[in-house]
């Protein structure tokens, strides 16, 4: 299984990083990557909810390496632990067999030291540019957070 893993630090209270980790309008602000957009299509912050549950569509502009167009996914929590934890699972909605599977996504420390692992990276996504992309995203959430 290929995994990523980056940290950013959020200068921000843990309650406040828990909020943005699971509300739609903080996600669709601060989980893509510089030059992504994002909008949440359908939201239900509760675990084992799984149809329909998280749906985000992004669009990849040439600034990040590849050619503009249209990703979607789906998602659903697994752990909610409030102020303390959140872990998801994402998934492409694709034909590619390249990217299909589940990514297990942790937020891991407590406190305001947010560490991501990006768990069965798909075999066409580079890990360099998974994590490029995870550094940017968390830079976002720390950037938003700060003027929340």
């Known amino acids: 299984m290929r995994v990523t893993r980056v940290s950013q630090y959020i ?13 739609p309008s903080a996600i669709a602000i601060s989980k893509v990557p510089t030059g992504m957009t994002c909008r949440v299509h359908t939201f239900d912050a509760r675990v084992g909810v799984h149809s329909g549950f998280l749906s985000r569509t992004t669009r990849r502009p040439e600034s990040v390496r590849r050619p503009a167009h249209t990703d979607t996914y789906r998602g659903r929590f697994v752990e909610l632990v409030p102020n303390e934890r959140v872990v998801e699972i994402d998934e492409f909605e694709t034909q590619n067999p390249a990217l299909r599977g589940e990514m297990k996504i942790t937020d891991k420390e407590g406190g305001t030291e947010v560490v991501g692992v990006h768990e069965g990276l798909p075999a066409s996504v580079s890990a360099a540019d998974n994590e490029v992309g995870w550094r940017m995203a968390l830079g976002k959430l720390a950037s938003f957070l700060a003027t929340a």
């Open 11 to 23: 200068k921000a209270p843990r309650e406040i990083l828990y909020w943005a980790l699971i509300d």
